[in-house]
């Protein structure tokens, strides 16, 4: 990956917010824990700041909830609220790429092709951070799809319902051969996009969507089967 430059400040609070990320995915902070900056700081060894603006980055992707005078706690999906949001993204980004095969630039499918080539390159690698890796360019994967549908609505929805922990947390658990199969897909919607083909594309679009359902579910804290809470 291309490094950047960046300030000592601007390296503590990416370290910090990569650490808390990975502890929520490997359960060492519980669903609904409350992380407070003081306990985090020395935790951490490290100023009061960079924790402050980690865990606001982790608000605003959807790790953290801000309970107003209490600060930011740890969500906690339920069952069922997995399943919603695999099921609606299905719905929404199948539809999404059946507009983008017929709308995508040559550069934008460029784009694609890297994407999933920069994938396949790092799934053989089995560190936590590889996995870490993918989700993001998975994320831009799919961004750069429902950029190119070409329908400001359909956007606003789907990234109303998509949080970044359902599609970290999926890879983040996948065995070999989800992951292999999570790649072999990627790579069969940009061809049926290079074929301009939406059916074909929306159809593998969805099974890959429904797909990662399992791997999100499977975890050594079984998830709550409650409805929200």
Do not use: C
């Not at 929520?24 to 609904?32: H, K, M, P, R, S």
């Not at 824990?33 to 959807?62: D, H, K, N, W, Y």
């Not at 983008?100 to 920069?118: C, F, G, K, N, Y």
Request: no cysteine; charged share 25%.
């Amino acid at each position: 990956m291309t490094k950047t430059r960046s300030t000592p400040h601007t390296t503590a609070t990416e370290r910090v917010y990569r650490a808390i990320r990975r502890n929520i995915l490997e359960g060492v902070y519980d669903g609904e824990q409350f992380l407070r900056e003081e306990g985090l700081a020395r935790e951490f060894q490290i100023s009061r700041t960079p924790i402050r603006e980690a865990l606001r980055r982790l608000v605003s992707e959807g790790w953290l909830e801000q309970i107003p005078h209490r600060g930011a706690r740890v969500v906690e999906w339920t069952r069922d609220d997995a399943d919603e949001v695999f099921e609606l993204r299905s719905i929404l980004e199948s539809h999404a790429v059946r507009r983008a095969a017929t709308r995508m630039q040559p550069s934008e499918i460029a784009r694609l092709r890297h994407l999933v080539d920069a994938m396949e390159s790092l799934s053989s690698a089995q560190q936590s951070e590889s996995r870490e890796d993918i989700a993001t360019l998975n994320d831009q994967f799919h961004q750069t799809i429902l950029e190119s549908a070409g329908s400001p609505r359909l956007q606003r929805l789907v990234n109303a319902i998509v949080q970044a922990p359902m599609t970290t947390r999926s890879f983040h658990r996948y065995n070999a051969s989800e992951m292999a199969r999570s790649m072999t897909q990627h790579r069969e919607i940009l061809q049926a996009i290079e074929a301009g083909d939406p059916v074909w594309a929306a159809a593998v679009m969805r099974s890959h969507i429904l797909a990662a359902r399992p791997a999100h579910h499977r975890s050594d804290a079984p998830l709550a089967e409650s409805s929200h809470h």
